[in-house]
């Protein structure tokens, strides 16, 4: 009888959430709360830094898998936060540069607060070749 009355009390725990499952009100609510929670969450300077240069890292590391595939390990060579230099343009768009090379990179959402990769990038190489003329305030004064 004790054996019967454990293994009932057992069955009823196991179902217990079966016989509540179903339609219940204040879901909604419950939702909306939690959400507007997520969204009011201050995030330090210091995690959106290192978001940002974690974002930064990644985007150029992919691209330069895509164009140096087989002397990716020297193209690479340093890479690292410390290494990488970048420019805010917009709350979404960077400037981004390493050894010799510059790339655009446009985010879909601020960097600083999302993982992600960017949606479009333009990538230059420097070159000796090159002439580079850089604009400099006293040169656009007389236009």
């Given at each position: 009888?004790?054996?019967?009355?454990?293994?009932?009390?057992?069955?009823?725990f196991l179902l217990s959430p079966a016989l509540f499952a179903g339609e219940q009100e204040g879901l909604r609510d419950e939702f909306r709360a939690v959400l507007q929670a997520i969204h009011n969450r201050q995030v330090s300077e210091e995690t959106m830094q290192a978001?940002?240069?974690?974002?930064?890292?990644?985007a150029l590391t992919r691209s330069?898998?895509?164009?140096?595939?087989?002397?990716?390990?020297?193209?690479?060579?340093?890479?690292?936060?410390?290494?990488?230099?970048?420019?805010?343009?917009?709350?979404?768009?960077?400037y981004v540069k390493f050894k010799t090379y510059l790339v655009l990179y446009e985010f879909q959402r601020d960097p600083r607060l999302f993982v992600q990769g960017p949606i479009?990038?333009?990538?230059?190489?420097?070159?000796?070749?090159?002439?580079?003329?850089?604009?400099?305030?006293?040169?656009?004064?007389?236009?």
């Open positions: 009888m004790k054996r019967l009355s454990v293994m009932l009390a057992f069955c009823a978001r940002l240069e974690e974002n930064l890292l990644r330069m898998r895509n164009r140096f595939y087989t002397e990716l390990d020297d193209k690479l060579d340093g890479l690292n936060n410390e290494s990488l230099l970048y420019e805010r343009a917009t709350v979404t768009t960077y479009s990038e333009k990538f230059l190489e420097i070159t000796d070749d090159l002439d580079i003329q850089s604009p400099t305030p006293a040169a656009n004064q007389g236009q």
